[in-house]
Structures are given as C-alpha cells and as structure tokens.
C-alpha cells in the first residue's frame, strides 16, 4: 500500500507552482493598483480645485496625477521585459473580458488625458490659469474644450481603476492568495 496515501511526491502541485510563479507579478499589480487608485484620488481632488476657481493648484494636482500616469507606463515596460506577460490560459472568459474593458479604459484615459494635458499647458500660458495682465486671454471655448476632455479622462481612469481592481481580484483567486 502506498505510504503516501495518495499525495504526490513529485514536487509542489500544479496550483503551488502557478501561486509561486504569480507572486512577482501579482506584487506588480498591485503596486499598479495602488498607483492608479492615487492619482484618480489626486484628479479628483484637481477637478475640485478648477471648480473653486483655484487653477494653480488644479495644474499641479493635475501634473502630478499625470506624472503617476508616466510612472506607470514606465514600469509597465520594466515589467514586460523581466516578468513577461500574463498567461491568460488560466483565466475565464469573464476575466479576460473584464480585462479588455480595463485595457480599453487605460487606453481612453491616456489619450484623452494627454490632450488635456496639451490644452491644459496652453492655458497655462493664458490669463485663465495665471493672473498676469500681460499674457493673452484664452480663446474663446478653450476652456470648456479642456473641461470636457479632462472630464472624459477622469471618467475613463475611474473605471480603469473600478475594472482594475476586479482584475486584480481575480488574480489573488487564481493564485489562491
Ligand atoms: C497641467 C496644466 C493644466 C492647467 C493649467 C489647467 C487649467 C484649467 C483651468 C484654467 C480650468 C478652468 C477652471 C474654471 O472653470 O475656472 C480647468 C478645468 C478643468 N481641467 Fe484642467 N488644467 C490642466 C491640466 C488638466 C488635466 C491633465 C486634466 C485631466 C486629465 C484636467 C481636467 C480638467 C477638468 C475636468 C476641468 C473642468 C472642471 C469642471 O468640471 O468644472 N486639467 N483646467
């Protein structure tokens, strides 16, 4: 009779070596996480202060959520280049949908939050985001022009952050964390 009783010898299960193998990654992510759920908080508290006439502090709050948003695409490469990508074999179609709709969303806010960056820079140089009487006023809708951009940028990271961390769930589950 087997002393073993029925457990195999051979090396750690198939669901320990897939845990062991997420661990680098899934620390990733979640540092991604973390990151994004920062700088939509940092937004946020950016589109208060544009509304309370306060554009100063909106520029920066609005640089620095930018500068997280570059920070990431940064260590996305990194990560790419040592950790590879996912291996989406093991994830349900309900994942590796609610990971598309994530991508989409990224994919929204970096385009749509880089034009708002560039007529947010343009206004910097107008008297809408500084009160020397020597700069040009802005053109006229320019203002709304950006507003609705940026708003469209914010939405998109809300819901990148939202599809986020239900990827994320996902992942801890896989990895049986
Ligand atoms: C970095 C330079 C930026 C400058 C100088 C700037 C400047 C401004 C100004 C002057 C306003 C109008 C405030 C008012 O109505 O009186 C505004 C509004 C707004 N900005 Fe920016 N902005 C910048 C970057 C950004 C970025 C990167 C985003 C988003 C990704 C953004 C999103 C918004 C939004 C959503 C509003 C409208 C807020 C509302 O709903 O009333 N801005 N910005």
């Keep these: 009779?087997?002393?073993n009783f029925g457990v195999s010898t051979r090396g750690p299960s198939r669901h320990g070596r897939y845990a062991a193998s997420m661990e680098p990654k899934l620390a990733y992510w979640t540092g991604a996480t973390l990151n994004m759920a920062t700088l939509?908080?940092?937004?946020?508290?950016?589109?208060?202060?544009?509304?309370?006439?306060?554009?100063?502090?909106h520029r920066r709050l609005m640089l620095l959520a930018?500068?997280?948003v570059v920070a990431f695409v940064l260590s996305y490469v990194l990560k790419l280049l040592a950790l590879g990508r996912e291996d989406l074999e093991a994830w349900s179609n309900g994942?590796?949908?609610?990971?598309?709709?994530?991508?989409?969303?990224?994919?929204?806010?970096?385009?749509s939050g880089g034009l708002a960056l560039r007529r947010g820079?343009?206004?910097?140089?107008?008297?809408?985001?500084?009160?020397?009487?020597?700069?040009?006023?802005p053109l006229p809708g320019e203002i709304e022009r950006h507003g609705r951009i940026g708003r469209i940028a914010v939405c998109a990271a809300s819901l990148g952050l939202l599809s986020a961390?239900?990827?994320?769930?996902?992942?801890?589950?896989?990895?049986?964390?």
């Design 1 to 3: 009779m087997s002393e």
């Design 40 to 57: 939509v908080l940092l937004a946020f508290a950016g589109i208060r202060r544009a509304r309370d006439g306060q554009a100063d502090r």
């Design 66 to 68: 930018a500068s997280l």
């Design 95 to 111: 994942a590796i949908w609610t990971l598309r709709f994530h991508e989409t969303c990224v994919l929204v806010m970096l385009t």
């Design 121 to 137: 820079l343009a206004l910097s140089r107008t008297r809408a985001a500084n009160k020397d009487a020597n700069l040009p006023s």
């Design 165 to 177: 961390c239900a990827v994320l769930a996902g992942m801890y589950q896989r990895a049986a964390l």
